[in-house]
């Protein structure tokens, strides 16, 4: 969570040099080739509030209203985004890859769209109009949202096209005002106070900061802890953030009467465009009598300032080098969808202090990066100086590459021990079978294939799942068990890729057998999954925890159910013939799925607990150096990537690399839609797949590096006022000698 200015992201202020920019800091200019509208009588009418100041200093009044909305929007919009993976595999029941593969998509649209959002507030309504119209369109997403997540509105297609329109919905709002509203604080200060408004820009990250934070800790609670409709809450999840944005619209309306508001001035994007698309245009109708240009763009002289086409050429020198960056955001954006879904699997009890909630771990990233940007700016780089070591900020980048990959390289070793616990479905053609020995004493199993070699004692939990080999879809086999000399047959039919277990028990009549369906999937939000065979000829109502099990008499078997995850030493046990007071079940742990067998011991109801899918025995600690490491690479790449791209560029054209820089978080999440549903490998491959990538892309950003030399922006100022009045053969001369700046510049937040 740094200080980038794409939108989205948890740190949308402006970069440091942005802020006397008095269009929209992201994407609009100071000086548009073109005339510039004078403010009107009514708009001048409309700017009374300019005085208004706080307390006596020179911060406006107006900027306490920004700032409110501003921690509002991101609470709504991280609060959301943090639960979105767990309720498309929980609640739509998508698989982990399309789960992943659409949280992508949104986040991909996300940073589409404030490029649009940009063109409408500097060419047509101005940032006030544009902050109004798509917050308004954001709260509509938001509400769109909450009720798609509530169980009784419609069916499943129902639920899936409110949640997706009012998805889109929110990535166009989010998208629309982030380029605004930043630059629409800035626009609330006078020229003269410079420092002031980079004070405030201080507060408007801090308010980003800790609204993600904020958000990140609390919707997964009200997630997870919180139940209605008989399940996880996301409709309240996903509420609070609406309630959020309301807030967020209503505070910044409030403040409308004190807000200083320039007209639209034109868009420097669509300037850029049209220069670069007049210039292959001239090109390539040109003839060869026509004489050569010393750069293509220089094509576009016949319409465009000399200036304006030397600037887009020191532009395009840096947006080169943005061209491997997006694999580094396929790695960073997968926090939200991939990492969630590992620490599903994964023990998330600190002891007996308390338990996280998986989609909480995303609070990490906005906390270290808090605790990370004054270390290094502070300690690390200096200290690396002190060694001789050259810093430079495109250095520092490809070690913030390096260190993404580092990071996924910890969360393959975590993935591969944590599907230790995993259960891997059966192929076609086979299915799975465990046995469960009810009767007194040791009996054996004789399956086709041999799968069972060895005796299986009284309630012996099995140890694991064999592979029984069908051949066909469905297959009707002989099950031979031998019990104190004596033998009986049991004959079931399997299907293909079921997982199954058969228990045995002694009656009157000899052994036999009773074949139930199992559920082997770990359960989607971490929780242990619970069931019951009763071996009592009477039905049995237990209650566990807030849930309610019917358990059949005459060896039933309940559905499996989910549980929350703690010690149950006193479970609710109802039986209308014998004793059946509480019972004790011990601790029901993350992950596992569980089998309890309820036997008759002395005339009372005592429960054996048997282990079908092992409980997840990796500790979430162990998620934390990944998350570490990441974090230091987002400071080392992100925040250098910014502040580099605007010491190369000049004033008016740092909306232009903002755009470009936001393309490239947009392309990385492309990137993980692309792999998550083309490529479906295991994840542990998966995760080593974008370490390994990012590897080679470091590298290769490594050697373009080597052909960049920094440059100094501020001499095109001081060279075009040196050459008014001389002729242009004479200025593009010098353009040309631009001095360059081989040490590069230093750049810190």
Known sequence: MTQRAHPPQKSGGSAPGAASTPASAHFSNARIYKRVPTPSTSTERSLRGWSLKLCGTNYPTSICFIVVNEFCERFSYYGMKAVLTLYFVSYLHWDKDLSTAVYHAFSGLCYFTPILGALIADSWLGKFRTIIYLSVVYVIGHVVKSVGAIPTVGNSEAHIALSMLGLILIAFGTGGIKPCVAAFGGDQFDEENVSERQKFFSIFYMSINAGSLLSTVITPILRGDVQCFGGDCYALAFGVPAALMVVALVVFIAGSGLYKRNPPQGNILLEVCNCIGFAIKNRWRSSKHDGKRSHWLDWAEEKYPKRLIQEIKMVLRVLLLYIPLPMFWALFDQQGSRWTLQATRMNLAFGDAFVIKPDQMQMLNA???????????????????????????????????????????????????????????????????????????????QTPGGLFTE?????????????????????????????????????????????????????????????????????????????????????????????????????????????????????????????????????????????????????????????????????????????????????????????????????????????????????????????AEGAGLEQWIEFLLFAGLLLGVSIIFSIMTLFYTYVDPDQLDKIYLEGSGKDDDDVKKKTGDLQLDPKGKSTRL
């Not at 430079?392 to 580092?406: C, E, I, N, Q, Y």
């Open 367 to 445: 906390l270290l990066i808090l605790v990370f940007v004054p270390i290094f700016d502070l300690l690390i780089y200096p200290l690396v100086g002190l060694c001789r070591i050259r810093i430079t900020p495109l250095r520092k980048m490809a070690a913030g590459m390096v260190f993404a990959a580092l990071a996924f390289g910890a969360a393959t070793l975590v993935e591969v021990n944590v599907v230790k616990t995993v259960v891997e479905p059966a192929p076609a053609g086979k299915c799975l079978l465990q046995v469960f020995n009810l009767a007194e004493g040791e009996i054996r199993v």
């Open 455 to 675: 005796p299986i004692g009284h309630m012996q939990d099995p140890p694991k799942y064999e592979m029984l080999d069908l051949e066909a879809s469905s297959k009707e086999l002989n099950i031979r068990v031998t019990l104190s000399g004596r033998t009986s047959d049991c004959v079931q039919t399997f299907e293909e890729e079921t997982a199954y277990s058969l228990f045995f028990y002694a009656t009157a009549a000899g052994i036999q057998c009773k074949l139930a369906q199992d559920y082997i999937k770990k359960n989607e939000d971490g929780n242990p999954m619970l069931r019951f065979f009763n071996t009592q000829p009477e039905a049995v109502n237990l209650t566990v925890g807030d849930v309610t099990f019917h358990v059949p008499g005459d060896h039933g078997v309940s559905s499996n159910r989910t549980v929350t995850r703690r010690e149950y030493p006193a479970v609710g046990c109802v039986s209308a013939v014998q004793e059946c007071s509480s019972l004790d079940l011990g601790l029901l742990d993350f992950g596992a799925v569980y089998t309890v067998v309820l036997a008759n011991t002395s005339g009372e109801v005592v429960p054996h607990k048997m282990e079908d899918v092992e409980a997840n025995n990796v500790h979430i600690a162990w998620q934390i150096p990944q998350y570490v490491i990441i974090t230091a690479g987002e400071v080392m790449f992100s925040i250098t990537g910014l502040e580099f791209s605007y010491s190369q560029a000049p004033a008016n054209m740092k909306s232009v690399l903002q755009a470009g820089w936001l393309l490239t978080v947009a392309f990385g999440n492309v990137i993980v839609l692309i792999v």
